[in-house]
Structure formats: C-alpha cells, structure tokens
C-alpha cells in the first residue's frame, strides 16, 4: 500500500504532507495532483477533478499573463485578494468568501496578482476537465457568506448553476462548509457518482475517517458524505461523475 495511501472500505486518505510541493519564492504551493514540476503517477487526478493547488502568493507578486484552454479553473480564496485580468476585459478582485470560475475554452490569457503590499493570498486552485472542448470562453464570480456555509454544505459550482452557485462546463459540483464542534452534514451521492472531500483546515472525520488540515479523501462505491467531529473545520466536496 505504501504511505501514500490509507484505505478503509472505499475512501482512501491523500494525506497533507504527501501532496507535492513547490517553493518559487513568491509562490509557494502544494499540488493535490501532477502539475507542473511534480510528477506522480499514482496522484494525476481523481475523475474529471485534475488539479487541487494551494497557493500562497508574496506581497506584490503574482502569476503573470498567460494561457489555459479547455479546463474550467476555479479559484477559491481563503485569505488575502486575488487581482484578476484576462483578455475577456474581466479586471477583477476576487476576495476571500468569493468563487470565480474561468471557462478557457477555445483559449483564454489571464494573469493573477496579489497587490497589496503586505499581506500573502492564501487560496486554492482547481482544474475540473470540461464535458466538451472548445466552447467559448468565459467568467463568472459570486460571493458566498460565511452564514451561508456555516454548519452545512452549500453549492458554489455546478453544471445548471443551482443555487445561485457559479456555472460550469463539466460534469461535477463543488459544495463549501464550514464546521464547529457539534456540526455535521450529509451529501448523498448518485450511484456511479465518486466523491473528493478536501480540508482547507481544522479537522473532521469523513465516513468516520479523520482528516486534518490539507487531507483530503477520494471516495468511491459509497451512497453518502458524510462529515461529522469537526474542529474548527473549512472542507470543499466535489461530486464527481
């Protein structure tokens, strides 16, 4: 089995320590799966869910202008500000609480930056492969209240843009909660449906498995999420197909 994985049933534990890690100086960040530099065989995505980057921008630096197509990149800010420009004439500050979902499409160039001059941007990066290529691009972003996501699991990107969730191009829906003691919540999931529970932080147990801040858990042939014993908890769960 080696230590890369940790199997109960069907949910196998991808543990913080063991993600990929990449210090550029400006940026340092963890890869959840292969990209860029990090290459393992065993972690090149999980379904259509292809990149889960966290991401820690210095002061006054950033990712500068350059190109995606076909992937619907999300990105999901946990501390700090993300100044966003792209050539659809979107010049945007994504804050923490907001989701912005970038459809690349038939080609998009973008460049991300942290403009203030003392604090880092501390936010996740994600790649979901899209149901169909070459589509036109595009952007959307929303904001998500911490009341809306306290002590459950609120939709923040989905396929038909239920709940005033942001809209996207695949086949999976993101969901966001965050958890204190004595809070629990449930996602049934479809049959066939695979599940990906990632920890921003803090601690919980998913289906009676205990994750800590950056664990994440790939879950599949089970009918429901469950989370249940958090500890000051911030957790993403996709439904995957």
Known sequence: MGIQAYI???????????????DHGWLKSFHSFSFAGYHDPEHMGFANLRVINEDRIAPGTGFGTHGHRDME????VLSGSIGHKDTLGNIESIPPGDVQR?????????SEFNHAPNEETHFLQIWIEPNAKGIPPGYEQKTFAA??????????????????????HADASIYAGLFNAGES?????????KSYVHLVRGELKVNGQTLKTGDAAKIVDESVVDLTDAVDAEVLVFDLV
């Open 185 to 193: 919540a449930s996602l049934g999931l479809a049959k066939g449906h």
């Open 147 to 168: 009341a809306n996501k306290q002590g459950k699991l609120q939709l923040v990107a989905s396929p038909d843009g239920a709940d005033g969730s942001v809209t996207i």
């Open 8 to 22: 109960h049933d069907m949910i196998t534990l991808r543990k913080s320590q063991e993600r990929g890690y990449a």
């Open 73 to 76: 990149i999300i990105s999901y």
């Open 102 to 110: 970038m459809s690349a499409g038939t080609g998009v160039q973008h």
